[in-house]
């Protein structure tokens, strides 16, 4: 199994994911024209992926959406609140899976669950192969004791660190944002993150991904020094997804 961002950000964000004959495609948060040149630099075509797979409908996760999906005949999985507050948006084909139920798609297996952030039916995922699991978690206030209980004992993490709260609070934004993200539906600190990762069992961790920074409320060393130290190890092992190039292609191996 093997996973690689097309980009992440609050302009954008898309993951993708393969397994034999399986690839996903987790959020379509660009242009499709930029989806394609995204995933060619992956070395794919739009008629590789298999499914989309939607985390909720906010506009940096769904911007390619509706485009892409009919213009190479992708489905679409969404949770019913996230096809509530998209109606209007014409899909290729709709599938529909609840946070609280694992399903399949080909090869792989997703086990969604709930998360608290300002959306209709947000969820986010844990991908598996029947041997190694990918935890995805972006676009969370804070973790619940069901968000630790998901990505333990994960092969992978891609982890929201999305702000340092002291850049936050001086920085641009307008005071309503300021606390929309700082708050219980927002987004995840540098420091948030660190102290999930203190939580949860990363003994098996390959890959640790850092996604969703903020442009203007924090910095990548910032944020790899935080992971870094909760995990005792060095900011060079903890990777960044960036919002103009994302990253590479990430492989999980047998030990």
Same mark, same amino acid.
């Given at each position: ?6 980009g ?9 994911v ?9 959020d379509?948060? =660009? ?26 409908? %906010? ?8 485009? =892409? ?24 084909a ?8 694992? =399903? ?6 997703? =086990? ?16 598996g ?16 004791? %069901? ?15 999305? %702000?340092d ?46 996604? %969703?920074?903020?442009?203007s ?39």
């Open positions: 199994m093997r996973f690689a961002l097309l992440s950000g609050s302009k954008g964000n898309a993951l993708v393969e397994y034999a004959d399986t690839r996903l495609l987790i379509c948060g =660009f242009s499709a024209k930029e989806m394609e040149k995204r995933l060619a630099r992956l070395e794919l075509v739009p008629a590789d992926i298999d499914a989309l797979v939607i985390t909720h409908e %906010h506009d940096d996760h769904w911007r390619g959406v509706s485009r =892409f999906s009919r213009r190479h005949d992708v489905p679409v999985w969404l949770t019913p609140g996230t096809q509530a507050a998209k109606a209007a948006d014409a899909l290729a709709t599938e529909l899976y609840s946070p609280h139920e694992p =399903f399949a798609i080909g090869d792989l297996e997703l =086990f969604p669950y709930p998360v608290p952030h300002d959306a209709r039916e947000p969820a986010q995922l844990v991908v192969n029947g041997d190694k699991r990918l935890g995805i978690l972006s676009d969370i206030g804070y973790a619940t004791p %069901h968000v630790r209980e998901m990505i333990d004992a994960c092969d992978a993490l891609v982890l929201e660190s999305n %702000h709260p002291e850049m936050l609070a001086t920085g641009p934004y307008p005071a309503s944002l300021k606390r929309r993200v700082a708050g219980k539906l927002g987004h995840l600190s540098n420091q948030q993150a660190a102290e999930l990762l203190t939580q949860i069992d990363a003994t098996s961790l390959q890959q640790l991904v850092v996604a %969703h920074i903020s442009e409320n924090n910095r990548p060393e910032l944020a790899q020094a935080a992971l870094a130290e909760a995990l005792s190890t060095t900011a060079d092992w903890v990777h960044v997804a960036n919002q103009r190039e994302g990253l590479s292609w990430r492989s999980l191996v047998n030990r």
